[in-house]
Structures are given as structure tokens and as C-alpha cells.
T-cell receptor, first 113, second 115 residues
Framework: NAGVTQTPKFQVLKTGQSMTLQCAQDMNHEYMSWYRQDPGMGLRLIHY???????DQGEVPNGYNVSRSTTEDFPLRLLSAAPSQTSVYFC????????????FGPGTRLTVL | AQSVTQLDSQVPVFEEAPVELRCNYSSSVSVYLFWYVQYPNQGLQLLLKYLSGSTLVKGINGFEAEFNKSQTSFHLRKPSVHISDTAEYFCAVSDITDSNYQLIWGAGTKLIIKP
């Protein structure tokens, strides 16, 4: 049982490049989400999904796209990277209902030059 | 809109001393409350949560938190800290009527253990 996995662990991009951050979970969780973590700001929700085929925007969705074609996978796409997207990105998953514990991946540290 | 304030960005404390990390939230509507811990270079993991019932909640690693509805607070405490408690601690809140289960996060408090 691997839990929540994220790839890559580190990434450096140039402004304007695009890339996809991968997230997968093997716990059959309905709920998955992407956060970014910036110093002094805690975690901010980018996008979330309550099941395959269903996604919605969080607090800071601009510049990011998501899709949820399977229960297991929830990739985050940066369409045209900007220096403001330099951050640590965490994927999390949980069961739906009763505000169950969110399980976090190890994070992806992204630098945009 | 709900917001969460963690009053201290850093808390230095000597090993084996008690510690309290403070968390206040803005709205008096019914909420669920959480504390998560992030060890260096790792993801977050749940320490404890309050959903209902007793206002004193016990979590892992000897931590506990008390829900105070009148003061809209959910402070985290440990009677005796260890060097292994060095981490960043995040308070999070969710409105129980939010069908999307979104968490609102505080900015975090770094617990620094001095030997």
C-alpha cells in the first residue's frame, strides 16, 4: 500500500514551459486535491475532485488545470509556467464523508525561472 | 468567509518543557477542526481532529487540543516536548455545511526544540 505518490520530487522550469505533476493514490479514495504551500501562507487549495469525472476550483486555480479520469489519478497541469508558481505542491486524498483524514503525498518542489 | 489564524509563526521551547500552539478561527458557525504536522521535507499527517463530543481531543505523539467555541479557538498542547517534535504544525478548519469538504488552513507554526 503506497498511499499517495507524487512525481517528480523536484522540477525546474523556464517561464512559459508547461508540465504535468502526477499524483496517484491506491486507497480507493473518492476525494483528491492539490495544494500549494508557500512560506508564511500555509496551504492553499488549487483544485479538487470528489470522484472520477468531477473536478472543481479551489482558492487559487488560475494557471492550473486538472482532470480525473480514474479514481486513482489526479494530475495537475501547469499551462504556461510563471515565476509566481514557484512553490511546493502537495496532493492529498481522503474518503468522502465525515471529514475524514486527508493523506498527503511527499510533495513536488517546483522552481520557475 | 472562514479564516484561520495561528498566532505564532515560530515557538522555541526547551526539551521536556510544555508547549502550547495557538489557533483561532473566524466564524462561529459549526466547524470541524484539525491539527496536522509536517516533519522536515515530508508531507502533512493528521495529529488530531475535533468533529463532535468532548471538547478535549487527544492525538498522536502525546498531543492534545481543546475546542473552545466561545473563544473560537483550538489550541494544541503537549506537556513535555521531545527533540523529535521539531516540525511545522498546521491548524485547519472546515464548515460542517460544506459539502465539498474543503479545509481552510492556518499559516503554520514552527516548533523549535532547544536542547
Amino acid at each position: 500500500n503506497a498511499g499517495v505518490t507524487q512525481t517528480p520530487k523536484f522540477q525546474v522550469l523556464k517561464t512559459g514551459q508547461s508540465m504535468t505533476l502526477q499524483c496517484a493514490q491506491d486507497m480507493n479514495h473518492e476525494y483528491m486535491s492539490w495544494y500549494r504551500q508557500d512560506p508564511g501562507m500555509g496551504l492553499r487549495l488549487i483544485h479538487y475532485s470528489v470522484g472520477a469525472g468531477i473536478t472543481d476550483q479551489g482558492e487559487v486555480p488560475n494557471g492550473y488545470n486538472v482532470s480525473r479520469s480514474t479514481t486513482e489519478d489526479f494530475p495537475l497541469r501547469l499551462l504556461s509556467a510563471a515565476p509566481s508558481q514557484t512553490s511546493v505542491y502537495f496532493c492529498a486524498s481522503s474518503r468522502l464523508g465525515d471529514f475524514d483524514e486527508q493523506f498527503f503525498g511527499p510533495g513536488t518542489r517546483l522552481t520557475v525561472l | 468567509a472562514q479564516s484561520v489564524t495561528q498566532l505564532d509563526s515560530q515557538v522555541p521551547v526547551f526539551e521536556e518543557a510544555p508547549v502550547e500552539l495557538r489557533c483561532n478561527y473566524s466564524s462561529s458557525v459549526s466547524v470541524y477542526l484539525f491539527w496536522y504536522v509536517q516533519y522536515p521535507n515530508q508531507g502533512l499527517q493528521l495529529l488530531l481532529k475535533y468533529l463532535s463530543g468532548s471538547t478535549l481531543v487527544k492525538g498522536i505523539n502525546g498531543f492534545e487540543a481543546e475546542f473552545n467555541k466561545s473563544q473560537t479557538s483550538f489550541h494544541l498542547r503537549k506537556p513535555s516536548v521531545h527533540i523529535s517534535d521539531t516540525a511545522e504544525y498546521f491548524c485547519a478548519v472546515s464548515d460542517i455545511t460544506d459539502s465539498n469538504y474543503q479545509l481552510i488552513w492556518g499559516a503554520g507554526t514552527k516548533l523549535i526544540i532547544k536542547p
